[in-house]
DNA sequence: ACTCGTGTTAGCTG
DNA sequence: TCAGCTAACACGAG
């Protein structure tokens, strides 16, 4: 379930094992996670460079090589990477499960995309779900700010002045970067902010309190291993109460996505 | 057996 | 221009 903290996570993996090796090979067959560059064009482009930085914002990874492209790439819903050295040492980083990352994967058919490096090791994006994505010069400047550092007045801007309900307004990458459903619901519930709510209909105090926990959110769960950490998050299912005041828990849909929310703190309207 | 879902986005409709 | 819906991906969980 990559959101923003378990991107963070894989995008350091790139940084500490990957930064520097020389590209030797890249399997980019799987059209489908490539699109739209046909079968060779990526690979095409990398062979022979390095990967010089990994970068971020919210959930999109983009890796500067020493050529004249960028790389692009997204976890999408259960996206690792995995970065192994020639004698089998492996580093990896992304999809996380329960509390605790998964057992390293070596079902080759969910590789869906390749690094090869000279040196006998390489960067693999593991993929059961096919969600994720690999692409040339990425538009980042399309997404919005990034969630963990978005400033308040930008925040206000972005976030705060739109009719839509304030949780589809958290979760549209255009507005902040790196809102993912649970992390979502959880900074809502940590601000007690009905997530139904027109985003420009909040208060002040609320649009800071909102800015605020998300931040805090954001910490935390980098911190401590993942969105899946967030005090609500085991609470989101039927029978559940708020751990905060003991209410029942109330689910709906919001922009499309399954939301919980505390029934008594976060009333629908 | 069957339904739902942690994500994104093109393409469509109102 | 904005907002909401659907399909596409393929698997695991309940």
Redesign the pocket.
């Known amino acids: ?3 923003l903290p378990e991107v963070e996570s894989a995008r350091a993996v790139i940084e500490r094992s990957a930064l520097g090796r020389r590209i030797d090979d890249v399997d980019d067959t799987d059209s ?1 996670v490539c699109r739209p560059h046909p079968p060779g064009e990526i690979r095409a482009a990398l062979l022979g460079r390095r990967l010089v930085a990994a970068h971020r914002r ?3 990874m983009w890796i500067e090589t020493s050529g004249d492209h960028v790389l692009g790439i ?1 976890l ?3 996206g690792r990477i995995l970065v192994t050295e020639r004698h089998g040492g492996v580093d990896e980083g992304g999809d996380y ?1 329960g509390t605790r990352p998964q057992r390293t994967p070596v079902k080759a ?2 590789d869906r995309f390749t690094l090869h490096f000279a040196d006998g090791g390489a960067l693999r994006l593991f993929d ?4 994720g ?1 690999v692409r040339l010069d990425p538009d980042i400047e399309a997404l919005g700010p990034d969630a963990g550092e978005v400033r308040l007045a930008d925040f206000r801007k972005l976030v705060g002045a ?4 304030v949780k ?1 307004r958290l ?1 549209d ?1 255009h507005a902040v970067a790196g809102v ?4 979502a619901d959880e900074v809502l519930w940590q601000a007690a902010i009905a997530p139904e709510r027109p985003a420009d209909e909040l208060d002040a105090a609320e649009v800071a309190r909102l800015h605020r926990e998300l931040r805090t959110a954001i910490r935390h769960a980098i911190k401590r291993g993942g969105v ?1 950490t967030g005090e609500v998050i085991a609470h ?1 299912k039927a029978g559940e109460h708020c751990p905060r005041c003991g209410a029942p828990m109330r689910r709906t849909e919001v ?4 939301t919980w929310a505390c029934s008594v703190e976060q009333p629908a309207g």
């Open positions: 379930m990559p959101e489908w919210g959930k999109s997204h999408g819903m259960r499960v058919e969910w059961k779900r096919r969600l994505r739109s009719r839509t309900p589809a979760l990458q993912g459903n649970l992390l899946h989101r922009g499309g996505r399954t």
